[in-house]
């Protein structure tokens, strides 16, 4: 069986800073990846994925994560936060296969100080 | 641009009513998926289906029935609902599955009486 672990329920940065989203993921099979960004009152948004090939991928909103198989790893960057990318950030891993759906980590709520 | 579409957006009803969730997409997805979500928690899959007559259960158990008798719309229905039911519901579409991007309606905030 899958599953998605996000370290920290809330992450605070300051506008500038580095932004730094933690995700671990267990998976019988090598796994497919994504990060889903969710604003208030709105549904999920993909950010970016990994399926195969380059280790790092670059997502919208200058986001990027990188996929790495000896941490079981797929942490999300961002170099310098702005204020608009306050959000919920969500994880998710797919083994592929049949029709299941993704299987989601608890999400990170990210806060831009100003 | 994804294109999918959920009614109501926010739906307070009381104990025992029956409602239907609305979920549709013109895409042309074959894969469609009902996840629950309770704040500040992550989404679970409750309902899923590969295509026309087909749904199968997600990992959750849900008391909420499917169905899937045109491609586009994938309706959620509550026969009796009942405050456990208090939850967002949302509704997403895929071309296909494992490394296929899942697209997401906006969501219904359900909140029973």
């Known amino acids: 069986a899958q599953s998605v672990t996000q370290l920290g329920s809330h992450v605070s940065v300051s506008e500038g800073a580095l932004v730094l989203l933690r995700c671990n993921y267990s998976?019988?099979?090598?796994?497919?990846l994504f990060w889903y960004v969710q604003y208030p009152n709105q549904g999920l948004q993909l950010l970016l994925k990994?399926?195969?090939?380059?280790?790092l991928v670059k997502g919208i909103n200058g986001f990027e994560a990188e996929f790495k198989k000896s941490e079981t790893s797929f942490h999300l960057t961002k170099p310098s936060a702005h204020m608009s990318d306050a959000a919920e950030y969500f994880c998710?891993?797919?083994?592929?296969?049949?029709?299941?759906?993704?299987?989601f980590g608890k999400g990170t709520h990210l806060i831009i100080q100003p | 641009e994804a294109d999918i579409y959920q009614t109501p957006r926010y739906l307070v009803i009381g104990t025992g009513k029956k409602i239907t969730l609305e979920c549709s997409q013109t895409?042309?997805?074959?894969?469609m998926y009902w996840y629950q979500q309770d704040p500040g928690m992550e989404l679970h899959l409750i309902h899923y289906?590969?295509?026309?007559?087909?749904?199968e259960k997600g990992d959750l158990s849900s008391e909420s029935t499917v169905s899937r008798i045109r491609t586009e719309h994938f309706p959620l229905t509550l026969e009796s609902a009942r405050p456990s039911h208090t939850s967002q519901y949302l509704c997403?579409?895929?071309?296909?599955?494992?490394?296929?991007?899942?697209?997401f309606g906006p969501g219904t905030r359900l909140t029973v009486t």
């Open positions: 895409m042309g997805h074959d894969k």
């Open positions: 990994y399926t195969t090939g380059a280790t």
């Open positions: 997403a579409s895929s071309e296909g599955t494992g490394a296929y991007e899942q697209y």
């Open positions: 998710a891993v797919s083994e592929g296969g049949g029709a299941d759906g993704l299987t």
């Open positions: 289906s590969y295509g026309v007559n087909s749904t």
């Open positions: 998976s019988s099979v090598p796994p497919y």
